[in-house]
Every structure is written in structure tokens, then in C-alpha cells.
């Protein structure tokens, strides 16, 4: 797959998942949402949280820390729609495995990633961007060590300055 078409995949499937969350939970305040893959960039998933979603995670918390409450907030792997519609990913993943160019797999999954960036973009500036204004979306991947540097710059890229600069003081 191409770098045009991965990216338009990836468009796709994010614009039709992040539609059906809106859509099915109308009345949720989503703050966030992330396309993320793993280390070995071989998958794409959507997870997403919303407002009520995360005070119900802190209510049954018993560790009431400030960075219990940041780690539930944007750790993605806590979030409520964690993996929301994988079947729109499908495809993807499938193609993400069985590419031949992960050959060369720091630039594959830097591809990767970019498109994934560039998805969002496009929602932003998407029909639904008016359900998003309020909303961070970013790029994240599992198990990484450099997850979080991902997030920020995904974040900085998508987003307009005042959201961005509220999610890169997400831990302050």
C-alpha cells in the first residue's frame, strides 16, 4: 500500500469510527481521541474518552492522586472506547503486516505514523470538526519508549495552539 492510499485508509476508517462514537454516545463530552499502533507498527486503532466516561473510571479509583487522575485521563489504554470499531482497522493492520516494506522499519513506521498524523488532519478540517473543536486528537503508540514524544508532536501538528498547549501540560 502507498503512502497516499495507507493515508486515506487511515482517513476513512478514523472518520467512520469517530462518526459512529458521536453518533451513538450524543450525549458524551469526548475530549479526546488518538489513532494509535504498536511498537512493531503493525496495527491501527481508534481509542477515544469522554468526560463522563473518565469521572466514572476516578469515581471507582481508590487513589485519588493527581497522577492517577492524569494517567486515567490520557493513558489510551484506560480509555472507555479503547479499540472502538476495530473492524474499520482491519485491512489495515492485515496490510501493515504483510508489507514488504518493513524491510526498512524505521521509516515504515515513521510512514506510519505520519499518515496516521496527517488522517487526523484531514478529520479536523472534516464535516465533523465542529463536534472536535474541543476535543485533542493525537497520534500514540503502545509499549514504546518514544510514545509520549509521538503524542506531543501529533498533538502540536492536529491541533489548533490553545489545545494543544492544554494536552502538552497533560502531566504538569
Known sequence: MN??????????????AIKKLLTEYSTENFYAFSLY??????????????????????????????????????????????????????????????SPDRANFLQFKNRLVQALINALKKIKLSELAPALNDSVLFVSITDDDDAERTENISAGLINDKSISSYFLSRYD
Request: hydrophobic residues 30%; proline residues 0%.
Open 3 to 16: 503512502r497516499d492510499e495507507l493515508e486515506e485508509k487511515c482517513f476513512q476508517a478514523a472518520f467512520d
Open 37 to 98: 499502533t504498536d511498537s512493531s507498527a503493525m496495527t491501527v486503532s481508534l481509542s477515544a474518552n469522554s468526560e463522563e466516561r473518565l469521572h466514572s473510571i476516578l469515581d471507582a479509583e481508590k487513589d485519588k492522586s493527581r497522577e492517577t487522575q492524569s494517567y486515567y485521563k490520557w493513558a489510551t489504554s484506560e480509555w472507555a472506547y479503547e479499540g472502538f470499531s476495530a473492524e474499520n482497522f482491519s485491512d489495515i493492520s492485515k496490510a501493515l503486516r504483510e
